[in-house]
């Protein structure tokens, strides 16, 4: 019997103690945003790793604390650092929830409630990887550090800080976010990063009359229009100098994975409601996902929605900007800064937070062995993704380390994360924990 076959017996046998410990897990409220039972999560946290075999302790941060397992393997081994958060994000309208949110319920081959997805049900699949190897075969094929980061969901401000205290590693492994939108498993080589800003115009010292001010007062809607419009044309370019200038070009490896990659762009904007892609219309929806953006989150004149016909005294835009391999955070700060100097000194820009992008490429030595061991464990040939379209904090471990980041999801599509009735499919969860185990066996085979 191979190993995926003994893992799948194991967590066969021993699935109401998992589900158990899993359903415990979710229990337990984690809100790093405003603090509700941190303390508590965290010791919760230390246990399951020292339940898996690992040595756990605490790194302080600053903030809300790293929480690392590490164990041994054969000598010569590589040494791998799986990286997930125990963090979860507040409820949201109670309301909305089915059933409460740290209450988790089974229905309906789910499990239901805050963190189940995003991310404890995933980084759990992966402790009890480890547990199965230590199980089945006595030990770990790889040497392994695990940290679960407590600030994930408010951006990972004292992440570097943490990693800054771990032994380098040779590549890092996640599971986080979902599959791909097909639903079809996949492996992750990098995520974007964000920037968010304001941008702010001020008028008149108050609301004016429209009838008796419009046409003298300064309109400070019209004028944040205006500036913005000089950040981005109709043809979609952003004319921000010196914006993308780091951008590094695809390598031939990512343009051929996102050629593979399936998607059915008119089914996909029927299903948002959109007649067609943003400009420009060159790209493919893939391409569009792997380059960086300018989005206009908001506009408003803090009226209090009462939409009277008067002049506003202020104009606010709320924005940001995805970012791609090469790109740098203070160097796009600083860029939208001089744009503003030479073309609207009187705006006001109020910078926000920021999260640097990740990239691996696919030639990295690494990457078969991962699709390999990710195929073996969940039962099916994994899309590769050059990039989510999102950001995680993952250029914390490829920028501060210089090593590979794998992302390996274990959550279903529709997940629910960040909104109510979050959810995990537990078939996603199974098929995790043997895709945790196999995924070290491949990585190990590699180092030998």
């Known amino acids: 019997m191979d190993l995926a076959e003994q893992v799948r017996d194991w967590v066969t046998e021993g699935e109401p103690r998992l589900l158990a410990e899993l359903a415990a897990w979710i229990s337990q409220p984690s809100v790093s945003r405003t603090g509700e039972g941190m303390a508590e999560a965290a010791a919760h946290g230390l246990e399951l790793l020292r339940r898996s075999g690992l040595t756990p302790q605490v790194v302080e941060t600053g903030g809300w604390p790293a929480l690392v397992g590490t164990a041994p393997g054969?000598?010569?081994?590589?040494?791998?650092l799986i990286y997930g958060h125990y963090d979860v994000q507040p409820a949201g309208?109670?309301?909305?929830?089915?059933?409460?949110?740290?209450?988790p319920d089974f229905r309906d081959g789910r499990i239901y409630g805050r963190g189940t997805g995003d991310n404890k049900g995933q980084h759990l699949a992966q402790l009890l990887g480890l547990r199965a190897l230590r199980d089945i075969t006595g030990g770990l094929p790889c040497r392994v550090t695990v940290l679960l980061d407590g600030e994930e969901e408010i951006g990972s401000p004292n992440l570097a800080k943490a990693v800054r205290q771990l032994e380098k590693p040779d590549l890092v492994v996640w599971s986080d976010g979902p599959v791909h939108e097909s639903g079809r498993a996949s492996v992750v080589l990098g995520v974007r990063g964000i920037v968010t800003f304001e941008l702010r115009v001020r008028g008149a010292s108050g609301v004016l009359h429209s009838g008796n001010w419009g046409g003298v007062a300064p309109n400070p809607a019209w004028r944040l229009v205006?500036?913005?419009?000089?950040?981005r044309d109709p043809q979609g370019r952003v004319l921000i100098d010196g914006f993308d200038d780091d951008v590094v070009p695809l390598s031939p490896g990512e343009r051929e994975a996102l050629a593979k990659l399936p998607v059915d762009v008119p089914a996909v904007l029927a299903g948002i409601g959109a007649a067609g892609m943003e400009p420009p219309s060159g790209p493919g929806f893939y391409q569009r996902l792997t380059g960086p953006t300018f989005s206009i989150n908001s506009?408003?004149?803090?009226?209090?929605?009462?939409?009277?016909?008067?002049?506003?005294?202020?104009?606010?835009?709320?924005?940001?900007?995805?970012?791609?391999?090469?790109?740098?955070v203070d160097a796009v700060f600083a860029a939208i800064r001089a744009h503003l100097e030479r073309h609207a000194p009187d705006v006001e820009f109020v910078p926000g937070g920021a999260?640097?992008?990740?990239?691996?490429?696919?030639?990295?030595?690494?990457?078969?062995?991962?699709?390999?061991?990710?195929?073996?464990?969940?039962?099916?040939?994994?899309?590769l993704l050059p990039a989510l379209g999102?950001?995680?904090?993952?250029?914390?471990?490829?920028?501060?380390?210089g090593v590979p980041c794998y992302g390996v999801p274990f959550a279903n599509v529709d997940e629910c994360n960040h909104a109510p009735n979050e959810n995990l499919v537990l078939d996603w969860f199974r098929r995790g924990v043997v895709a945790a185990a196999t995924v070290q066996r491949a990585i190990a085979e590699v180092g030998r």
């Open 390 to 401: 999102g950001s995680l904090p993952i250029a914390a471990f490829s920028d501060e380390l």
């Open 355 to 383: 999260m640097s992008p990740s990239r691996t490429l696919p030639e990295t030595p690494w990457t078969d062995a991962v699709l390999r061991g990710a195929a073996t464990g969940l039962g099916e040939e994994p899309l």
């Open 226 to 231: 205006h500036v913005l419009g000089t950040m």
């Open 299 to 328: 506009l408003t004149c803090e009226d209090g929605g009462e939409h009277r016909t008067v002049v506003p005294n202020v104009a606010v835009a709320k924005c940001d900007m995805r970012l791609v391999g090469g790109q740098r």
């Open 93 to 103: 309208p109670l309301h909305e929830w089915v059933t409460p949110p740290f209450e």
């Open 74 to 80: 054969p000598p010569d081994s590589p040494h791998v």
